[in-house]
C-alpha cells in the first residue's frame, strides 16, 4: 500500500496554546480517511495543517508532514494547495463570478485564460461532481445563486479544476439537507479511484459509510488509526469504543 | 389568578403604547432629517431654474449687466478638478484600505488608521492652506492642479475609511477558498476580495468625489477661479463652487439668479456621477 500523505510528531499551536498533540499516522494513497473526534477535538485544526491552512489564521506547527516523502511544511504554500484541495463546511462560491468561472477560478487567477482550454476542463470537472446536469444551461449564472447542495458540488468542482492529488473535506456535508448528503457521499466514492480524500465529520455514520479508514481524534490527540470496519466493530481503544456507541461526544 | 391576569393585561396595553410613541418619535426624527433637504431642493429648482438652459452648459460668463451667458468654464473646471482629486485620491484611498483591512493588524496600521481619522477631521480651508504653501508658492501662481491636490487630500480618508469596511465585510470563508486554491494572496486580494467588495467601495469613492466637488473653502487659494476658458492644469481654473461663492455674495441681481443655476447644476452633476457609478457597478447578476 503506497503512502500519500505520512504525518510525524505533529504539534499544532494557536499562539502558545498547544491544539493537536503529536500526532503521527499514514495516509495511504487513493483512500478516503475520516477524521472523527468530538467538537474541539483539533479534527479541523489537523486537516488544516496538511494545506498549511492553518497559518492563514495565525496558527503553527513542529514536526513533519511528507507528501509523497517531501517535508511540506518547508515548501510553498501556494504550490502546495495546488497539489491539496480543501472543501470547505459552508459552501463558499464566489459571488462575483459565473458558475464558468467558479470552476476554472482556480486556473484562470493562475495565468490559465485560454477559454478554450478552459471549458473542457469546466465540463470534465462539473461532470465529476454530478453537478453538470444541473447547470450546463446556465453555465453563466452566478454561483451563489444556485442551492446550498450545488453550492457545494460546485465548491467540489472548482477544487477538482486545479488538477489536485489529495482534497482535504472539513465536515462537507454538515450545512446540508440528506439528498445533497447523499450526493456528496456518492461523489467521495467515485473520487477516491482518482484522489487522496481527507474528510472531517461529526457524522459517524458517514464516517462508516464513505471512509476506508478512519481517525479518532480527543483532546488534540489521536486515540486510534485504523480501518473504518475495525474502528467501528472492534476498535482496540476503550476511549474509541465509547465514541462510536455514543456514550460521549 | 385574575389580578395577575389584570396585571399582564395592563403590562400589555402599558408595552402597546410605549412601542406606538416611540415608534412616532423615530418617525418624527425621520422626517425632521429630510426637510432640510426637501427645502434646498426646492429652492435650487425653483431659484435656479430660471437660468438653465443650454447656454449656462455651453456658453461663457458675461460681463456685469449683459443678460444671459453660462458657466461652461466651470463646469468644465470642476470636472477637471474633481478629476484630478480623484486621480490622487481615488488609488491612495483604495491601496491604503486595502492595506489597512488585509494586513492593517499591527501597530503601523493602527497609526495610519487614527491619522486617517484625524485627516478627515481636518478643515477643508487648512487643508486649502497646506496646498497653497506646498504647490502654490513654489509654482509662483494658483493652478488647477494645487487645487485638484487639496480635494485629492480631502478625498482620502472618506474613501480608505469606506474601502477597509468593505473590504472586511468580505466573509473570511471567500479568502480560505482563493487561499486553498493555490492562488497567491495578492491575486486573492485583488481578483476576489476587491472584486467582491467593489460596489461598496465604488459607493465610498462616489461619496469621496461628491464631497470633492462640493469644496469652495479649499479651492479659494488654488485653483482661485478663472474667468476664462482653461483646461491648462497649470494654469488658474473656474469651479462651480468658487462661481456660486462670488456670485451669490455680488450686489447683481442677475448674478445672484445664476448662482442659483450653478447650484443646481452642481447638484445635477453629482446625480449624474451617481448615476454613472450605479450603471457602471451595477451587478451581472441578480442578488438574492
Known sequence: MEIKLSVKNLDAYYGKNKVLN????????NKVVAIIGPSGCGKSTF???????HEVVGGSIKGEILLDGEDLTKTDPVLLRKRVGMVFQKPNPFPTMSIFNNV??????????????????????????ALWDEVKNNLDDSGANISGGQQQRLCI????????????????????????TTKIEDLIFELKTNYTII???HNMQQAARVSDYTAFFYLGKLIEFDETNKIFTSPSNKQTEDYVRGRFG | MENSLMNSKYFYYKRKLTSSIMMSLTFVAALAAIIPLVFIFYYTISKGVTYLNLDFFIAMPKPVGEPGGGMANAIVGTLILIGIGGAIGIPVGVMTGTYLSEFGNNKFGFMVRFLTDVLSGVPS??????????VVLPMKHFS????GIALGILMIPTITRTTEEMIRLVPHSLREAGLALGIPKWKTTLAIILRTAWKGIAT?????????????????????????????IGQPIASLTVYIYDYAKSPFEDWNQQAWTAALVLILLISVLSLLFRIITRSKYKTN
Open chain 1, 104 to 129: 476554472a477560478a482556480g486556473l484562470r487567477l493562475n495565468g490559465v485564460r485560454n477559454k478554450k482550454k478552459l471549458t473542457p476542463i469546466v465540463e470534465k470537472c462539473l461532470k465529476q461532481a
Open chain 2, 144 to 147: 488647477a492642479i494645487a487645487g
Open chain 1, 157 to 180: 468542482a472548482r477544487t477538482l479544476a486545479v488538477d489536485p492529488e489529495v482534497i482535504l473535506m472539513d465536515e462537507p456535508a454538515s450545512a446540508l439537507d440528506p439528498i445533497s
Open chain 2, 204 to 232: 465610498g469613492v462616489l461619496l469621496g468625489l461628491s464631497r470633492a466637488a462640493g469644496e469652495t473653502a479649499p479651492l479659494l487659494f488654488t485653483a482661485l477661479g478663472n474667468r476664462f476658458w482653461s483646461t491648462n
Open chain 2, 125 to 134: 480651508i487648512v487643508v486649502g492652506v497646506v496646498a497653497y504653501t506646498m
Open chain 1, 199 to 201: 474528510i472531517v465529520t
Open chain 1, 47 to 53: 486537516i488544516r495543517t496538511l494545506n498549511r491552512m
Open chain 1, 22 to 29: 503529536n500526532i503521527s499516522l499514514d495516509i495511504p494513497k
